[in-house]
């Protein structure tokens, strides 16, 4: 599914306030500004992720149900990972491996972005979502949308997504996967917001 | 009705509390808050580490019972719930102590906190779970774990540290060395040209003004040769010294009984002059670099045959067996102990390992020729072939000399001799 220019624009501007409410509430919790920001937004084939890399990473989703459903996802390089739970929390550690702890305190991080962007969708559709508790997983992007994909029609939305402290910049990818008929809600939604000539 | 429901919410709630009170059976701290945030349901866990009864709770706002200074932050997200917003996260890195629950050695439990939006029969609007894992004892490992792996990686890192520069000052110390050798080289090569114009003009001078000379002036002029002669020596020995590393050539496969016999029929001059006996026993094929080996052998048997007593003839014996250990270079080949004995002056025990030192003479020059450094040369020669060189004596009794050197290197099988076998003579 292709989208107009302008709908991608308002998919982005969309996306962009969710990100900046969850760099509020992230702002908020911690002692280190956080900045965020998405860049760059596309809409991707979900039966063709093999450019999306195989390499292990660190993520964190959440599915949502109900007339609007689907899976949101927070993706990192593990290092990338702990580096930035490292830089928010403070920690003095050398090691940059996942253990419990950074796992437990990305899906924190997670669940912050991922609720302020499904918390703009849901604004904009005006419809009640229901969600899954969000979930820490190891597998690369390829094997977790194709575990979701299944057998049905999806469509995927990538957006990159950068988080700026003042000593580091890393990038993270959230992907949103929608049914086909959620997606076609979120665009009708979306068409009520372009103003008519 | 439950009699322990304070009276605002008892009524309403009654059908709720009764839902709610399956959470007293799980293995965590559970409790449920009505859309205004106030506590509808408190678990058995949660009274037991708060130390807060429901009698006391129920009914109040849940933030009055929350900790730090994030209160308000963490009301918000609860708030969201409300509104129907997703599960949120308090995870135990930036939320550990949500509730404070003091642990009997005092201190706080670390939790790991996941609130969510329920509908609660009975209550209009959505209910909040609050379900809190204790994880203290999970949070306490892989902190003792991250300071373990801290304190190794520290370790290692200054070990590489270590290695680095150890590594360098080698490399110096090498580069140092081969700086010293070859300008001893150079120096032995350049030094030999004035000399030899010495020792030239000097014996012109014996052969064309020898006459003219008085007997003082003859014997200055004599002394001046021996000491030039004496000299040139000195710098051939140093020069070949520093050859052992700087001509160094491929190691091949080399018959030391072979070498060793030529090096007697090279002798064989000295062996007749002072009916000596040169006894070779079967020795073995190593790995090795056939013209040290020369050297090596020339070197031992030269000086078995020079430190003779005087009133008896030389006899020296090499023999060769194999050895278990004995050489800190030994990394699992085959080892070999080539033994050069005589039955000459000796010397006292005490000097067995100083004879291998540049320039070491224990005897005075006038009795016995030499410069000093022909064992020096051969314990550059054994060490370079990843061996040892030792001596045992004792004054009077005769010198047994022992070279230990592995057979091949680099995995290479050399064809080798018994140990045992045939003796062959040089008289």
């Not at chain 2, 509104?83 to 939790?111: A, K, R, W, Y």
């Not at chain 2, 090279?266 to 062996?271: A, P, S, T, V, W």
Request: with cysteine; charged share 20%.
């Amino acid at each position: 599914m292709e989208l107009t220019p302008l709908q991608l624009d308002i998919l982005k501007e969309l996306i962009n306030i969710g990100v900046g409410k969850a760099a509020g509430v992230m702002n908020e919790m911690l002692h280190t500004p956080l900045e965020l920001s998405v860049p760059h937004i596309e809409i991707i084939d979900p039966h063709h992720l093999d450019s999306l890399g195989t390499s292990s990473c660190a993520t964190v989703c959440q599915g949502f149900k109900g007339r609007f459903g689907g899976m949101a996802a927070l993706v990192f390089p593990p290092e990338s990972a702990s580096t930035l739970v490292m830089a928010l929390t403070g920690e003095e550690c050398q090691g940059l491996d996942l253990d419990e702890l950074r796992t437990g305190t990305l899906t924190e991080i997670g669940n912050i972005v991922l609720n302020g962007v499904m918390g703009a969708i849901a604004n904009t559709l005006n419809e009640h979502i229901e969600y899954n508790v969000p979930s820490f997983q190891e597998c690369s992007p390829e094997e977790l949308l194709k575990m979701q994909v299944g057998d049905d029609s999806k469509i995927c939305v990538l957006a990159e997504t950068g988080f700026r402290t003042k000593d580091m910049d890393l990038e993270g990818r959230v992907y949103i996967l929608f049914e086909v008929g959620s997606f076609g809600m979120l665009l009708e939604a979306m068409n009520a917001l372009i103003p008519t000539s | 009705m439950h009699s322990s429901l304070p009276v605002n919410i008892q009524e309403e709630s009654e059908p709720a509390f009764t839902e709610c009170s399956l959470l007293d059976h799980v293995p965590v701290g559970a409790c449920v808050l009505t859309p205004e945030l106030k506590v509808l349901y408190w678990n058995r866990s949660l009274q037991d580490w708060s130390g807060l009864t429901s009698d006391v709770v129920l009914g109040t706002l849940a933030e009055t019972h929350f900790s730090g200074s994030q209160i308000h932050h963490v009301t918000r997200r609860l708030r969201n719930i409300v509104d129907g917003g997703p599960p949120t996260i308090f995870s135990s890195q930036l939320h550990p102590h949500l509730l404070p629950c003091e642990l009997p050695n005092g201190h706080m439990q670390v939790q790991s906190t996941t609130a969510k939006g329920v509908r609660i029969s009975g209550i209009n609007g959505i209910c909040v779970l609050i379900v809190i894992q204790d994880v203290t004892a999970l949070s306490l490992r892989i902190r003792e774990y991250r300071e373990a792996r801290d304190l190794a990686l520290q370790e290692v890192e200054e070990r590489q540290r270590i290695e680095a520069t150890l590594l360098d000052q080698s490399q110096e110390l090498e580069r140092s060395n081969q700086e010293l050798v070859q300008f001893a080289a150079i120096a032995s090569h350049d030094l030999q040209e004035p000399l030899r114009k010495v020792i030239t003009f000097g014996d012109r001078l014996k052969l064309k003004n020898g006459d003219q000379l008085d007997e003082a002036g003859r014997d200055y002029l004599e002394r001046m040769q021996n000491a030039s002669r004496r000299m040139q020596r000195l710098i051939t020995d140093l020069l070949s010294y520093s050859q052992v590393s700087i001509k160094a050539q491929p190691f091949e496969l080399v018959n030391l009984n072979q070498i060793a016999q030529e090096v007697a029929t090279d002798l064989e001059g000295r062996i007749e002059a002072s009916h000596g006996q040169v006894t070779i026993a079967e020795l073995p094929t190593i790995e090795a670099e056939p013209f040290q080996m020369r050297q090596l052998f020339q070197n031992l048997i030269g000086n078995a045959l020079k430190y003779a007593k005087k009133d008896e003839p030389p006899r020296v014996t090499l023999s060769a067996q194999t050895v278990e250990t004995g050489n800190r270079y030994n990394h699992g080949e085959r080892q070999w102990q080539i033994v050069v004995e005589d039955n000459g002056v000796g010397f006292e025990e005490q000097y067995a390992v100083q004879i291998f030192g540049m320039f070491k003479r224990l005897h005075g020059k006038d009795e016995y020729e030499g410069t000093g450094v022909g064992l020096a040369i051969c314990k550059k020669i054994v060490e370079r072939h990843d061996g040892v060189i030792s001596a045992t004596s004792h004054l009077g009794l005769g010198t047994k000399m022992m070279v230990i050197l592995p057979e091949s290197r680099l995995s290479l099988n050399a064809p080798t001799h018994d140990n045992k076998g045939e003796m062959s003579e040089v008289e």
